[in-house]
């Protein structure tokens, strides 16, 4: 069962545009693309204000193809009974057939917006590169009513999803054909999400995110036949008598995200007295046998052997935290690795493993980690970036940044090491991690809202299983739970 969001690159999208050319008359993919523009305009407006006779639409327009898209919306609404009014940021260079049509229909140029109830910001489209220009950033910053943009906010690269500078912030994005890759990667920039489809036969995908009803199918639970051991024992290296909390975290995690058996390794009495049901030892040596490893968060950097000892074995392992830093200066330590190892940093640890700062493409930077080292990243954030060689980079949008807060990387890490447990492939489990992890710290702070405090690490802790069970919820149909192979692990 595969089932996600793929996203588009301008490259990909412009070759698949091209085909369709060949195939529908000229003029046809754009009046599609101004169709469903409009369709998501009138919506918006029903929704908002009831109706769409009396409603007033302002067009920002652009020059090129995403003005186009624009005006003709512009000239459907028109005839919808909707009064329209543009304003050309770019008169010598409009869509001439668009603006025709516009003003056939009775739309009205202007040089100013009055009154309207959404903006349309068709400025700049997929083939637009950096901020906003002075005039469109002044126009767009004294909109002050809902703005829906025409495949893209202006100003937004649509490959990476960088904003370095003046851009729209959209509360609704109908997007032509395809998803793009700004679409989860800023997706706060975009508001809700419409996909218009065009007719384009499309390659595979640069990026993909998961869908959360195939996360809840593939979630693993208990089968007939498991036992404690065959559903994936979690080895657990986090904490210390500095950082005791770390342990805590990381271990809850993993006893949270699956229903196996989770071990610690270490001093810290603390993750006992929290958790009586993890079998504790104080050291790895004496651990016992484990499907997978979590080593990094609060061990400290003096715990080098230790994270050595575990990268030599042939189980999948996540390193997190401290464990980065420790790769950081001794990269041979799991590079070309061949069991699975998930890596995962944030911003500064990623700049420190790579001895430079992460850019504004996130995407190819983690690939070319993934790449460089033999491991699977997922790189933190609240659109995470997950990157194994040879696989599709997945992406999950968190959709809030509820999970920035001390201690939320500890607990991540404890749940993508129960999935590696459990047999399921790093990328996956990864990306799943991610999704309840996000789920979690949304729910989280629903109820912290409610009560009237901020979130922290401890109720985004307490929501993983919530989190699990929603997704399942989610699910129409869920995958046949089988058995690991046997685990002597007593």
């Known amino acids: 069962m595969v089932a996600r969001r793929d996203y588009f690159t301008v490259d990909q999208v412009r070759a698949a545009e091209a085909e369709l050319f060949t195939r529908v008359p000229d003029g046809v993919p754009m009046r599609r693309a101004a169709f469903g523009l409009a369709r998501v305009v009138a919506d918006e407006l029903r929704s908002r204000t009831g109706g769409l006779v009396g409603r007033s639409v302002g067009l920002l327009v652009g020059s090129g193809d995403n003005g186009g898209d624009g005006l003709w919306a512009g000239a459907m ?15 010598e260079r409009a869509h001439a057939r668009g603006l025709g049509a516009f003003r056939q229909a009775g739309g009205r140029v202007v040089d100013r917006l009055g009154e309207v109830d959404v903006v349309v910001d068709a400025i700049v489209g997929i083939s637009g590169k950096g901020p906003l220009r002075p005039a469109a950033a002044e126009m767009v910053a004294a909109v002050d009513v809902p703005i829906i943009s025409a495949d893209l906010p202006s100003g937004v690269d649509p490959d990476t999803g960088a904003i370095e500078g003046p851009a729209v912030r959209a509360d609704v994005t109908a997007t032509f054909g395809a998803y793009k890759p700004v679409h989860a990667l800023a997706a706060a920039s975009c508001g809700r999400i419409v996909l218009v489809p065009i007719g384009l036969q ?18 693993p639970v208990p089968g007939a036949f498991d036992d404690k051991y065959s559903q994936g024992v979690t080895g657990v290296c986090a904490g210390s008598s500095k950082y005791p909390g770390a342990g805590v975290l990381c271990t809850g995690a993993a006893v949270a995200a699956t229903s196996g058996m989770v071990r610690y390794a270490g001093s810290d009495t603390e993750v006992v007295k ?16 484990v499907q ?20 030599a074995t042939d189980l999948p392992v996540v ?36 001895g430079a700062a992460l850019g504004p493409d996130r995407v190819t930077a983690v690939r070319r980690l993934a790449e460089q080292w033999g491991v699977t990243v997922l790189l933190k954030g609240r659109a995470t970036v997950i990157a194994t060689p040879g696989e599709t980079t997945l992406v999950n949008d968190a959709g809030a940044s509820w999970a920035a807060t001390a ?11 129960a ?51 929603l997704l399942r919820e989610l699910a129409p149909t869920r995958e046949p739970q089988g058995t690991q192979a046997p685990l002597s692990a007593r």
């Open 419 to 469: 999935l590696l447990a459990a047999g399921k492939p790093p990328t996956w489990a990864a990306a799943a991690a991610a999704r309840v992890h996000a789920l979690a710290a949304n729910l989280a702070a629903h109820d912290a809202r409610t009560a009237g405090a901020p979130i922290s690490a401890t109720p985004l802790l307490n929501h993983v299983r919530p989190a699990v069970r």
């Open 274 to 289: 929290h958790l009586p049901e993890v079998v504790a030892a104080p050291n790895i040596h004496e651990t016992g046998r």
């Open 319 to 354: 390193v997190d935290a401290d464990g980065l830093s420790i790769l950081a200066h001794e990269p041979d330590l799991v590079r070309d690795r061949r069991a699975p190892t998930v890596l995962t940093p944030h911003a500064g640890e990623f700049a420190r493993l790579t």
């Open 77 to 91: 609404l028109r005839r919808r009974g909707v009064a329209v009014q543009a304003v050309l940021l770019n008169p």
């Open 202 to 219: 499309l390659p595979a995908p640069a990026l993909a995110q998961l869908d959360p009803a195939e996360v809840g199918a593939r979630w």
């Open 407 to 417: 201690g939320s990387g500890d607990i991540l890490a404890g749940i993508i090491g």
């Open 292 to 311: 997978a490893w979590v080593f990094g968060p609060g061990v400290g950097l003096d715990a080098r052997d230790g994270l050595a000892r575990i990268l």
